[in-house]
């Protein structure tokens, strides 16, 4: 099985307990008196991170030239949720550059506008975080950025963030700044699902990339006789079969986030490094 990619070097910057029941007139003030208090702090709490978009059901596109048939299954429960990162945390920022393609998420290229984030090795999971967005509010203002890389040094709650993103929320002269962050739900606009076979890919070991699907990813499966075969997740982000491969292909591909969005794309071929792209999306 060819060997993960290596990370290159990347230039940096620098581096609840219940309320007692009111017994007595005086005793119901003081506990509205309290709640008003707290929603005002809740306020202030979530005017720092823009709200992100509401729930929305997968929608049915076109089959796609170049994959073949795509549909869409309906919404099922959330899968393989991240806790930690739907949370508002609170941290810090630093800037760099990626010095080629798409950081240790195997993206060919950098997202359009450039603006992108490497997590710390506890954040970015191992890969489960790959493709999804994060909403990152700073002293200058908000910018959604998409995970394409880990930051190795990093401690968790240290975002590594593109210059051009941290120049949206901070003045990069400073070369840190305190930020707060979260995960961004069902993100848009969405592409269309794209695919690409990893080099050394034949018959007998398939590795998969996917792209441009919005939120993290929960799993990725192969049709084969009649039933569902999860690929297992690299931490350089392809969804691999092996022991045995998936056969010569061309392959029915399930693709589900963790939101539950849920899609079918039909005849991905077994074409070393190249684009596959779908017309359909996952929401």
Known sequence: MPPAPSLSPRPRALAANRAPTARSPFAALSVLAALSVLSV?????????????????????????????AVTTPRTAAAA?????????????????????GGNCSYPAPPAGGLY???SPAEYAKGARCGGYLTVAGPKGTVRVKIVDQCPPCRTGQLDLSRAAFARIADPARGTAAVRYRLAADPRPIGRLAF???????QWWLALLVMDHGNPLASVEVGQGGRWRPLVRTEYNYWVAQDPGAGPGPFTIRVTDVRGHRVTVRKVRLSVGALQRSRVRLY
């Open 41 to 69: 702090f809740s306020a202030l709490a979530a005017a720092l991170v823009p709200a992100v978009p509401a729930d929305a059901s997968a929608s049915t596109e076109a089959a796609p030239a170049a994959t073949g048939t």
């Open 196 to 202: 690409r076979v990893k080099e050394g890919s034949s």
């Open 81 to 101: 949720a991240l806790p930690d990162l739907r949370r508002t945390t609170s941290g810090t920022a630093t800037f760099y550059a990626l010095r080629s393609g």
């Open 117 to 119: 984030v490497a997590l």
